[in-house]
């Protein structure tokens, strides 16, 4: 499973790649605006920081939500830098910009995705990744972790290449459980993978060993 990170703090960015397990980040335009980066300038300056640091892809949203100014601002997003994903809301539009630079070879994130339907159009259309919301969906009593099992079924039935993305990531758990139903990649606050370290009884465990090496040197 690839790992990628949620933030567009470039601190925590460096921090989860010098771990060595980061394959990706994703950001959103909230995301961007938590680190005040406001105004077009800023926000293409920001991306290109993050492929910096980062080795693997990096989702940038457009704002545009009619087919012509997706593409348009798709590709200047995809000429920043060549880990640069175009991430495009799951939306009428949204569709006919995905065929567009899938058929143009530029790699796409299907965003705000909450149901199995819109994940099948989605990888109809030839999207790179899909990003099911599962935190969002378990805010409103559905339960998130299950689309997650939906999709995976319905893309397997089919051999749909497209990378099951599960984003809004809460908290640790979530991301064993995407683990345990074979979503491809996790995107997740490093708060969140940073829980995948601990235990109790490793630390217990370590803090004998030491006081043990202690006695006998
Ligand atoms: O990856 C999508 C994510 O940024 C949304 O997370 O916590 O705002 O639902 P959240």
Do not use: W
């Not at 567009?8 to 980061?22: H, P, S, T, V």
């Not at 972790?145 to 995976?152: G, H, K, S, T």
């Amino acid at each position: 499973m690839k790992f990628f990170i949620d933030t567009a703090n470039l601190a925590q960015i460096k921090e989860a790649q010098d771990l060595g397990i980061l394959d990706g980040v994703t950001t959103n335009p909230s995301l961007m605006a938590k680190e005040g980066i406001t105004g077009t300038n800023n926000i293409l300056k920001h991306y290109v920081a993050i492929c910096n640091i980062v080795d693997g892809d990096v989702s940038a949203e457009v704002i545009a939500t009619d087919f012509e100014g997706m593409v348009r601002e798709g590709e200047a997003l995809a000429d920043l830098h060549p880990q640069i994903v175009v991430k495009i809301p799951m939306i009428k539009d949204g569709i006919k910009a995905i065929k567009y630079f899938s058929d143009h070879g530029i790699k796409t994130n299907c965003t705000l995705v909450f149901s199995v339907g819109q994940a099948l159009l989605a990888a109809k259309a030839g999207a790179s990744y899909v990003s099911p919301f599962i935190g969002r969906l378990d805010d409103v009593c559905t339960d998130g972790l299950n689309l997650i099992d939906e999709i995976r079924l319905v893309y397997d039935n089919y051999g749909y290449e497209t990378e099951i993305l599960a984003a809004s990531v809460r908290h640790t758990m979530h991301i064993v459980e995407c683990a345990k139903l074979g979503a491809d990649v996790i995107t997740a606050p490093l708060s969140a993978i940073e829980g995948l370290l601990k235990h109790p009884l490793t630390d217990s465990g370590l803090a004998t060993f030491l006081a043990d090496y202690k006695k006998g040197n």
